[in-house]
């Protein structure tokens, strides 16, 4: 199983890869949809504009629910993860995604590589997606409870030992966080990928039916979990009772 997404070309030295195309078009999807859904909003909204207001209704809800006061706060960082992580995911599973083929001539060996790529399917985006959820967590708890209340998370005067030893367990946990986030997202979307290729080689038609709803839930799982971990953990790191 290839991990590393293919080079198709260089800019300035800079490597181009399949993944970075496939990331490029969700970006201009979304901007796309953004531009579209504000020039239709209305009093009286279609159907696009609710489905619209029902996903962000959705998470400013939830948000308060799991964070109360604080969810203005922390709703915008989990709404922005989940749209790009869905737009991109869905966009993979779209039929022959990965049918147009390119030849790129890296290191002057000619090789015929697919041209796109789900954009998940990148370890290096999974990892910056992680990063960027675990950094915004921490940057938000010394935002709301103050550097104090922050570092006593992870550092006790307390004279009893078991305090220490907690600490470290709380940074121990920082670690995993964007171990587990980013390879959760890449190992299901990637794995996803292979099974959606091999069933294209198999059978083209009515075979990889199933296989492709079954990816399309699992996008959008993917998506709301990363979302609501999110939600959960800038809600612990927020809360001065902690």
Same mark, same amino acid.
């Given at each position: 199983?290839?991990?590393?997404?293919? %080079?198709? /070309? #260089?800019? =300035?030295?800079?490597?181009?890869? +399949?993944?970075?195309? $496939?990331?490029?078009?969700?970006?201009? *999807?979304?901007?796309?949809?953004?531009?579209?859904?504000?020039?239709?909003?209305?009093?009286?909204?279609?159907?696009?504009?609710?489905?619209?207001?029902?996903?962000?209704?959705?998470?400013?809800?939830?948000?308060?629910?799991?964070?109360?006061?604080?969810?203005?706060?922390?709703?915008?960082?989990?709404?922005?993860?989940?749209?790009?992580?869905?737009?991109?995911?869905?966009?993979?599973?779209?039929?022959?995604?990965?049918?147009?083929?390119?030849?790129?001539?890296?290191?002057?060996?000619?090789?015929? %590589?697919? /041209? #796109?790529? =789900?954009?998940?399917?990148?370890? +290096?985006?999974?990892? $910056?997606?992680?990063?960027?959820?675990? *950094?915004?967590?921490?940057?938000?708890?010394?935002?709301?409870?103050?550097?104090?209340?922050?570092?006593?998370?992870?550092?006790?005067?307390?004279?009893?030992?078991?305090?220490?030893?907690?600490?470290?367990?709380?940074?121990?946990?920082?670690?995993?966080?964007?171990?587990?986030?980013?390879?959760?997202?890449?190992?299901?979307?990637?794995?996803?990928?292979?099974?959606?290729?091999?069933?294209?080689?198999?059978?083209?038609?009515?075979?990889?039916?199933?296989?492709?709803?079954?990816?399309?839930?699992?996008?959008?799982?993917?998506?709301?979990?990363?979302?609501?971990?999110?939600?959960?953990?800038?809600?612990?790191?927020?809360?001065?009772?902690?």
């Amino acid at each position: 199983m290839q991990i590393k997404p293919d %080079v198709l /070309f #260089l800019i =300035a030295n800079f490597p181009v890869t +399949n993944t970075v195309v $496939a990331t490029t078009i969700s970006d201009i *999807v979304i901007i796309l949809f953004i531009l579209i859904v504000n020039r239709i909003i209305s009093l009286n909204p279609n159907t696009l504009q609710n489905a619209t207001e029902i996903v962000v209704d959705y998470f400013i809800k939830t948000t308060k629910e799991v964070a109360g006061e604080r969810a203005f706060l922390i709703y915008p960082w989990v709404l922005s993860f989940f749209i790009f992580i869905l737009v991109s995911n869905l966009i993979a599973q779209l039929p022959g995604f990965d049918s147009i083929i390119f030849k790129t001539s890296i290191q002057k060996s000619q090789n015929e %590589v697919p /041209f #796109l790529k =789900a954009a998940s399917s990148d370890l +290096n985006l999974t990892l $910056a997606f992680a990063v960027i959820s675990v *950094v915004l967590t921490h940057y938000l708890s010394i935002k709301h409870t103050g550097i104090k209340a922050y570092f006593t998370r992870f550092i006790t005067f307390r004279v009893f030992p078991i305090f220490l030893f907690v600490g470290i367990l709380e940074f121990s946990n920082e670690i995993t966080k964007i171990i587990s986030f980013s390879f959760r997202l890449f190992g299901n979307i990637s794995s996803g990928e292979k099974i959606m290729t091999t069933m294209y080689n198999i059978f083209s038609f009515g075979l990889p039916l199933p296989f492709m709803l079954l990816e399309f839930l699992v996008a959008i799982i993917q998506a709301m979990i990363f979302a609501m971990l999110t939600m959960v953990f800038m809600h612990i790191m927020t809360d001065k009772q902690h």
